[in-house]
C-alpha cells in the first residue's frame, strides 16, 4: 500500500472515530467544538440528531415541499450565524425548534 493510500485510509478512520464519539457528546459540547473550531462533524452531528425534528416542524406549518426545504436550510443557517448567541446550550434542541417554527411561519 503506498503512502499516499494508507494516508487516506487513517484519515477516514480518524473521521469515522470522531463521528462515533461526538454522538456521546451533549448539547452544549458538540455546539462549543462547531464555535471553537470550526468542527464540521461536529455540526453534522448537531443536523444529524436536531434534523428530523425541524424537519416535521417545517412539514407541519408549511404545504410546499419547496418551502419545507427552504426553512430547513434557514433554520441551520440561523444557527451558524447565530450560535454564540445561544445562552442555554444545553437545550439547543428547544432552540432550534422555536426557530424551525418562526422561520416555516414566515416570521423573523
Known sequence: MSSVHRGAVVDSIQRLFDRGTLV???ERQLLERFLSRGDEPAFEAI???HGPMVLSVCRR???DQHDVEDAF???FLILVKKAGSIRDRDVLGT???GVARRVA???P
Open 61 to 63: 406549518v408549511l404545504d
Open 24 to 26: 456521546a457528546l451533549g
Open 105 to 107: 411561519a414566515g416570521q
Open 73 to 75: 436550510q434557514a433554520t
Open 95 to 97: 432552540w432550534l425548534y
Open 47 to 49: 443536523v444529524g440528531r
